[in-house]
């Protein structure tokens, strides 16, 4: 399955989490296309540090910025999520650094360029974004009846732009697929 942000409802979901090497001639554009569709993504670097400045640099990141290397258990963890040909790329690249980039912590992700409410996942990244809560809250809704579709349970919940960062709506999370119980949650 693909996945595509579209203003108001999650039209797919992606299967698994893109995998994007530094190697390849079109990895910055690769990158840019996942910050455009919202998803997060694993960033296979070299150890050479112009290539980290050149992602920073074109995502507007200090390089101190950037995420933590992942570890080999963090591998371990997401693997399931991984297309298995990329969990190879990632295996035969170990001594790499292997970043898993996530959108709320890109400044290019932010309003004007993105609507103030969103739907985000941990793992997939925006899922879709929204003008207001309630449409956001449909868009969460709309999210879990897809995942029960594929049998998966990852969680995602409500954010909105505080001015300075992406803050969670604490007072409602989607955590059910059951309208009902969605309801109770409100």
Known sequence: MTF?????MVTSIQKY?????????????????????GRNYLLLLP??????????????????????PLQ????AEISPYVHPCDFDLLVENLNATILFIKQLDLPTTRPPQFKGWIVYCGLRGI??????????????????????????????????????AWK???????RTTDPQLARLAA
């Not at 595509?4 to 108001?8: R, S």
């Not at 989490?17 to 690769?30: A, F, M, Q, T």
């Not at 980290?52 to 507007?60: D, G, I, N, P, T």
Request: aromatic content about 10%; proline content about 5%; some cysteine.
């Open 4 to 8: 595509a942000i579209v203003d108001e």
């Open 17 to 37: 989490l893109p995998v994007i090497d530094s190697k390849s001639n079109s990895w910055l554009e690769d990158a840019e296309a996942c910050m455009k569709q």
């Open 47 to 68: 150890p050479e540090k112009s290539v980290v400045r050149e992602f920073a640099s074109r995502f507007q990141l200090a390089p101190e910025q950037l995420p933590q």
């Open 72 to 75: 080999q258990s963090d591998l």
């Open 127 to 164: 899922i879709s974004q929204h003008e207001n809560p309630l449409s956001a809250r449909t868009g969460c809704l709309d999210y879990f009846n897809k995942l029960l579709l594929l049998r998966q349970k990852i969680q995602a919940g409500l954010f909105y732009w505080g001015g300075q």
């Open 168 to 174: 969670t709506n604490m007072n409602w999370k989607a």
